[in-house]
């Protein structure tokens, strides 16, 4: 079955950047668009991030410039960079997958999460 494990998150100052990792496994992982959603507390999932099996990249406004979304598709693994963290992206950070190619639509599985906290 669709297996997804994030991690990589870490307390961090604000300014600082860090490096999430979602290993995937049980499904072709290649033929799939993949996408990063973060829930802050009290809030709702925000997509933030995707990319294609095209490797083609799609940001939110609110990462955009900062976060960098890429995939290695020999190693089955989708990674985030972020960079110049501010304290308001303090959230658990997911990964999920896409029931098709193109990150368009509602998202599927997504794993346990990895929380990130930034401080001020």
């Known amino acids: 079955q669709v297996q997804l494990v994030e991690s990589g998150g870490a307390l961090v100052q604000s300014g600082g950047s860090l490096k999430l990792s979602c290993a995937a496994s049980?499904?072709?992982?290649?033929?799939?668009?993949m996408t990063w959603v973060r829930q802050a507390p009290g809030k709702g999932l925000e997509k933030i991030a995707a990319?294609?099996?095209?490797?083609?990249?799609t940001y939110a406004d609110s990462v955009k410039g900062r976060f960098t979304i890429s995939r290695d598709n020999a190693k089955d693994t989708l990674y985030l960079h972020m960079d110049a963290l501010k304290p308001e992206d303090t959230a658990v950070y997911y990964c999920a997958k896409y029931p098709s190619g193109t990150p368009s639509g509602f998202f599927g599985a997504r794993g346990q999460g990895t929380q990130v906290t930034v401080s001020s």
């Open positions: 990319i294609s099996s095209e490797m083609i990249t």
């Open positions: 049980g499904f072709p992982f290649s033929r799939y668009a």
